[in-house]
């Protein structure tokens, strides 16, 4: 069974390349550069790729994230400030991409209908859902939806999203399990030198290893902040 | 208002740029390179834009194009044979790209939303349904829906294709009352000098011209094959 999977170098993509592994899958790995500020993101992904020996490509969406460095989304547009404080808080929306995930699937999907892959998967989970419309169950099922109606008689493969219903406290449980190696992945959306710890994925990564008892070994430039913020949601 | 609108540099897609401005659309194209041998295509998109003065952005999908080039489709794949005759014809689903219009809209969608345009449109049409699943009017709605889904909240737009009922010579035609340069417009699959007259789209474009009764411009390799090809379907 082969998978394409989305791979941002986060600490969800990365547990998915190892669930996918640990379920038997051939898996091609695919990270794309659309733009985000924090490119640091697809070294780290690059990196694990390459201790595990899992198949991987880098798609470069340079012409598209120019045309969106200046929509107004904190992740590509760089006159907008970063939000700081917790995933649930509305300034958290800044963190849009416009059409993200349908884009980025779309392109794996193209890719795993050339391979002969029998799946696509995406790491979207349940505390993405509140900000992100397009990690959504009812948007997965769209794109599976018009993913079996442009490849028909092509492509008998689906758009799946195992972490649909997980949340981020799971993820990091099912990642110690699997022994995913966290000191490759990288959440912080400024990608400075180290980890923020302030804004919300910073925020979401320390309070999912919290929650989860799971030993995190990564340094956070302000690594008390998370819980100011969790107390304020 | 405002369009995104995907413009290959073909008849359909140049008629379309004419019949939104008709329309009173502001419009904004997109030329995308996915690795199709019949790149040509993209210096006639631009032609055209230049001289009726219309946004036209070029995006670069070569890495994902790298990624296609073995998947067997004549479009991409330069180890298959270009098919020569009708559309209709069974060996014309080796034109099909894996999933092309779905990773395109899904990126004209993501600019769409971040230039606050209206609408999204391809021009598809009924000619393409027989062999392209996604020109159909299924995928149409089957994106629109994904679309609605994924940016909820962010776009209140819609993804349209304003030709799928439409028959090529009812382009021809429409394109012909509009006055489309169609000595700009470029179709040929095999992107050489001239227009070989006997791939798919090339008999197809013929017959079009010919049904509508709109006098062609475009220089044939050979000129006759298509009546044959016609006869034949």
Redesign the interface.
Known sequence: MKAVTLLSGGMDSTTLVYYLRNEGYDVHALSIYYGQRHIKELDYARQMCDRIHVRR????????GR??S??G?ALVDNRVEMPEGHYSEASM?QT????????L???A???A???GADIVAAAVHAGDHAIY??C?P??IE??N???T???????MGSIVAPFVDKTKAEIAALGAELHVPWELTWSCYKGGQHHCGKCGTCVERQEAFHIAGVVDPTTYLDPEYWKQAVANK
């Open positions: 490509n880098e798609i470069d969406l340079s012409d598209v045309l969106l200046k929509s989304s929306s849009v991409v416009p059409n993200r995930n349908m884009m699937l779309s392109i999907t193209a890719i209908v050339a391979g419309p397009d959504r009812m948007f769209a794109m939806e018009a993913a109606v442009a490849t028909e008689g092509f492509w």
